[in-house]
């Protein structure tokens, strides 16, 4: 996060154009994706019946022996210091085993915080936990009880009595802007960005737009609550935790409690959602540490208000986002700029520029964004970090832009689509936005829009249509691994630490496996979720299915060599050049020479072969540019009696390269988008100025949507392959919610005539 940061990043990506590409990660197609056999098909979770049968184990669902419970008790003031700590009622409460705060807490470093070059650093909080009577933020965890139950321990929480001696707090946005600061970089990529003189051309140009959007902070709600269940046995230290980064929080727990990585083990089979919020936080480190000293195991499951209390959302934003645009709407001048939160002790930037930077190409652009450190519990990632923001601003300043020229608002963005990255100039893998917008547009029925907004009226209700465009970048992260097994039997085990949260991961690469070795798929297994398999990278930035499609490629090449060295010159197809392919290997030039694993295993006489391979350096996505697109259609109708809005119909159309399986993907995408849903009609923390606390921590006051709120989603996706990612295929975890908030602004809009660009958009903003 540092200038020197950004100086490597710019010099890599020099020295990788210069490169031949097919030197590079990525440079000779995947041959699988012209070869895809169960790849592509619509095979429904192979975990489905565990789940519907309840024998899927959820961590609080796991017990361990001689197990009790722990609750916390948060702090209610957001600065101060803890001047009086009473636990003797608590202590003396039925079935309490013990109260810790911070006079008996063990003393703990700072957990190894979260940083876009190690990946092995899980912490999103760079608070002490626990350490000292200092209060730093409203909710922070003081106290923790251990007792037999956890009604038990909910109940002795609330005996301890604390008093404090607040201090000055800084809590209120607007007044923390005066003091903003501007990190050298946001992740990977360098924060103040320019090219031209974007003032000077917005000045100049023939129609220009230049506003502020607002939105909200927004909180994590995955249906499984956080929770963790800790046990040592000596210095082993066995956690069962729903997280989305098993092998480096059992990196992170090593480091912080003393014990070597491999003493560590974090079992993670499924998890209820994740988001970006099941990282570790401070309640994990709390559990292992209780567990230590009393001696059992102990088991820490967040309340729902406890997930607000500790657990970091998404920030809230202030972004002026500004378009000029010559005669025939071509882009002269793109500014997107802004203030959003990062406290000191968080990791999170909120990169909500970045989009605007790839998405649309101008004669000149300014991005800067800069962080107001106020006292809260640190923001964190939220699904799809940055754009799903970002892409309101951009989104509806596209939408006020047409309106102004009088131009289709699908038409002007067609108009500004770029031929290469418009920052850096390079060569996108694959870039399908136009196809995305014109099928969606089609599909949709774009066309039956009536320009003039608040025309059509049917009864009470308002009715409008609207779009926008969305993109995410596509990852793969360094360094993820898998075991191979080839048994004799011929069937074949992949595991890794992997973390299945619901997208279907092993189902996929149970798919993927099965392609690239040419079995079916029931030779085949995949295993995840246990930090003791091959070390995987972060359930992340929707980077899992490429990263792990990366190793287990690799793995089969390391396979093939093994084969063909254990098949030997008795071998069928022995001096011949190889692939993997119906159960054996098989000739390249001539499929009739083929030599099965069976009968290779069988002549060697072993049981099984077992590999383990990484994926190579993730290159590809700093030579090329590397992004997915979406195009979102919209019709809502909006009450001309009481301003309620009612979203009928949600269209994506997405460019995403190959669909590994139209099942797990559509659900991956329609729930994206549902989220976006929330993101414009309903979803706001809403923070106590004058304490910082928030006044919305439960499902009753924080409004998500539900199902009466989600109409019939369409997703469609154009299925062009990447050439230059695993299987062609990019990451879209997070693709769905990018530009589903302005999409549905945009639709008010036309409906109403009435512009929102403070979100949510709330009935009595339309009053
Ligand atoms: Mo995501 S916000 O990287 O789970």
Redesign the pocket.
């Known amino acids: 996060m540092s200038r020197v940061q950004n100086a490597a990043v710019a010099s890599v990506r020099t020295v990788l154009g210069l490169v031949p590409a097919r030197w590079l990660p990525g440079g000779t197609p995947d041959e699988l994706i012209n070869r895809q056999v169960e790849i592509g098909r619509p095979t429904p979770r192979l975990d489905g019946p565990l789940k519907a049968q309840g024998r899927a184990p959820f961590v609080t669902e796991t017990a361990m022996d001689g197990q009790c419970h722990a609750a916390l008790v948060h702090s209610t003031v957001t600065r101060g210091r803890i001047t009086r700590l009473d636990t003797r009622a608590a202590e003396s409460s039925p079935g309490v085993l013990l109260v810790i705060t911070y006079r008996n807490m063990p003393r703990l470093d700072i957990v190894p915080m979260l940083a876009g070059l190690n990946l092995n650093a899980p912490g999103n909080s760079g608070l002490p936990i626990m350490q000292d009577p200092e209060v730093r933020y409203n909710g922070q965890a003081v106290a923790v009880v251990l007792a037999e139950t956890p009604e038990q321990a909910e109940h002795a929480a609330s005996l301890v009595e604390i008093d404090y001696a607040p201090r000055t707090a800084a809590t209120v946005f607007e007044d923390a802007k005066a003091g903003a600061r501007t990190l050298p970089s946001l992740l990977v990529e360098k924060n103040h960005v320019t090219v031209g003189d974007a003032e000077r051309e917005l000045r100049r140009a023939d129609h220009r737009v230049d506003n502020i959007y607002r939105t909200p902070g927004h909180h994590h709600n995955a249906i499984e609550l956080h929770g963790v269940t800790a046990a040592w046995d000596g210095d082993s230290l066995l956690v069962h935790d729903s997280t989305?980064m098993i092998a480096p929080t059992a990196s992170g727990l090593a480091t912080l409690f003393g014990v070597r990585r491999e003493q560590v083990r974090v079992v993670s089979p499924f998890i209820g959602g994740?988001?970006?919020?099941k990282g570790l936080w401070d309640h994990q480190i709390i559990a292992v540490a209780a567990a230590r000293m009393i001696g059992r195991p102990v088991r820490l499951r967040l309340t729902r208000e406890g997930v607000y209390r500790i657990i970091g959302g998404r920030t809230p934003s202030e972004q002026r986002m500004a378009l000029g645009a010559d005669a025939q709407g071509r882009f002269a001048s793109v500014i997107h700029t802004g203030y959003s939160v990062m406290p000191l002790y968080g990791t999170c930037p909120e990169p909500y520029t970045l989009g605007s930077r790839s998405i649309y190409a101008s004669r000149s652009f300014e991005f800067l964004q800069r962080h107001l450190d106020l006292d809260i519990v640190p923001n964190t990632?939220?699904?799809?970090?940055g754009e799903t923001i970002g892409s309101f601003a951009l989104e509806s300043a596209v939408d006020e832009l047409a309106h102004e020229m009088d131009l289709d608002p699908v038409e002007l963005r067609l108009r500004n689509i770029p031929e290469r990255h418009p920052i850096s100039g390079q060569e996108f893998s694959q870039h399908g936005l136009r196809q995305a917008l014109t099928d969606g547009a089609e599909r949709f029925g774009w066309t039956r829009r009536e320009p003039k907004p608040g025309t059509v009226r049917d009864g009470e209700w308002l009715r409008g249509l609207g779009c926008a465009a969305g993109s995410f970048p596509y990852a793969r992260m360094p360094g993820g691994s898998v075991r191979l097994t080839l048994r004799r039997d011929g069937t074949a085990e992949v595991s890794c630490s992997a973390q299945e949260m619901g997208m279907g991961v092993a189902t996929v690469q149970t798919q993927h496996t099965a392609d690239r070795l040419g079995l079916s798929l029931e030779q085949v297994t995949f295993t995840l979720g246990d930090s003791a398999l091959a070390t995987a990278t972060s359930?992340?930035?929707?980077s899992q299915t490429a990263t792990i499609a990366g190793a287990v490629s690799a793995a089969a090449d390391k396979l093939r060599a093994e084969l063909v060295r254990l098949a030997g010159r008795d071998s069928p197809v022995a001096g011949r050049t190889v692939r993997l392919a119906g159960g054996g290997l098989s000739d390249v030039d001539d499929p009739a020479r083929h030599d099965g694993y069976r009968e290779i295993l069988a002549r060697a006489g072993r049981d099984e072969l077992t590999v383990t391979a990484s994926g190579p350096p993730p290159l590809e996505f700093l030579r090329f540019s590397m992004h997915s697109s979406a195009a979102v259609f919209c019709e809502v109708r909006v009450s001309a009696v009481t301003g309620e809005v009612r979203v009928d119909r949600l269209l994506g159309s997405f460019d995403c390269g190959t669909v590994l399986n139209p099942v797990t993907a559509a659900g991956q995408l329609r729930g994206g988008m549902i989220m976006g849903l929330g993101v414009a009609l309903t979803e706001e923390t809403l923070f106590d100025a004058r304490s910082g606390r928030i006044m919305n921590p439960s499902l009753a006051d924080y409004h998500i949507p539900a199902h009466l709120d989600v109409p019939q989603i369409d997703v469609i996706w154009t299925g062009i392959p990447d050439p230059r990612s695993p299987l062609g295929a990019r990451g879209l975890?997070?693709l769905g919610t990018a530009g589903v908030a302005a999409a549905i602004a945009n639709a008010v809009f036309n409906a109403t005539g009435t512009r929102v660009r403070d979100l949510p958009i709330t009935l009595d903003k339309l009053l």
């Open positions: 989305q994740g988001f970006g919020g990632f939220m699904r799809t970090p359930a992340a930035g929707s975890g997070e």
